[in-house]
T-cell receptor, first 111, second 111 residues
């Protein structure tokens, strides 16, 4: 059974700082997703990573995937308050029938 | 429509009442997932459809939960004899090669 673990679960950082959120998954996965969720809202798709070594960037967020290590990272550069949210990674089982989520990382960016 | 649409957005049910939650996926998306998200937690898989076929229902917590997608488009998640522990946000997602896109969810409160 595919398991996904994120760390840290809670992250408080100052504006302008950099940080990385880690996502480990237990078995082979076809693809890795990152989502953002604001309180009371649904999940907003940020990135889909399809292959080993994939790197995608959007604004201050950059995601990467290492399938050999079964690790994905979400790097935050020069954080701003608007990035405060909960970030989830999710891995798709190779059968394509289930997207398994991590516990989420609650990010708070302080002015 | 442009995105995944769920209705109702909010539902308050008395314990023991039956409820039906609707999901209208992105047109043309073959794959459809239902997830349950408790407060402060990540989404938990409930069931998966490929067209009208329910290929995985292993996440349904009890036989009070039933999902269908009779024509391979709109899906309904039904919960019979609701209990307080069923209170959660129920998320629907449809999936294609580009990613899994979530609806706004239905927040179910059982009183």
């Amino acid at each position: 059974e595919l398991k996904v673990e994120q760390n840290p679960l809670f992250l408080s950082m100052q504006e302008g700082k950099n940080y990385t959120i880690y996502c480990n998954y237990s078995t082979t996965s076809d693809r890795l997703y990152w989502y953002r969720q604001d309180p009371g809202k649904s999940l907003e798709s940020l990135f889909v990573l399809l292959s080993n070594g994939a790197v995608k960037q959007e604004g201050r967020l950059m995601a990467s995937l290492d399938t050999k290590a079964r690790l994905s990272t979400l790097h935050i550069t020069a954080a701003v308050h608007d990035l405060s949210a909960t970030y989830f990674c999710a891995a798709l089982q190779t059968s394509g029938s289930r997207l398994t989520f991590g516990e989420g990382t609650q990010l708070t960016v302080n002015p | 429509g442009a995105g995944v649409s769920q209705s109702p957005r909010y539902k308050v049910a008395k314990r023991g009442q039956d409820v039906a939650l609707r999901c209208d996926p992105i047109s043309g998306h073959v794959s459809l997932f239902w997830y349950q998200q408790a407060l402060g937690q990540g989404p938990e898989f409930l069931t998966y459809f490929q067209n009208e076929a329910q290929l995985d229902k292993s996440g349904l917590p009890s036989d009070r939960f039933f999902a269908e997608r009779p024509e391979g488009s709109v899906s309904t998640l039904k919960i019979q004899r609701t209990q307080q522990e069923d209170s959660a946000v129920y998320l629907c997602a449809s999936h294609d090669g580009a990613g899994a896109f979530f609806g706004q969810g239905t927040r179910l409160t059982v009183v």
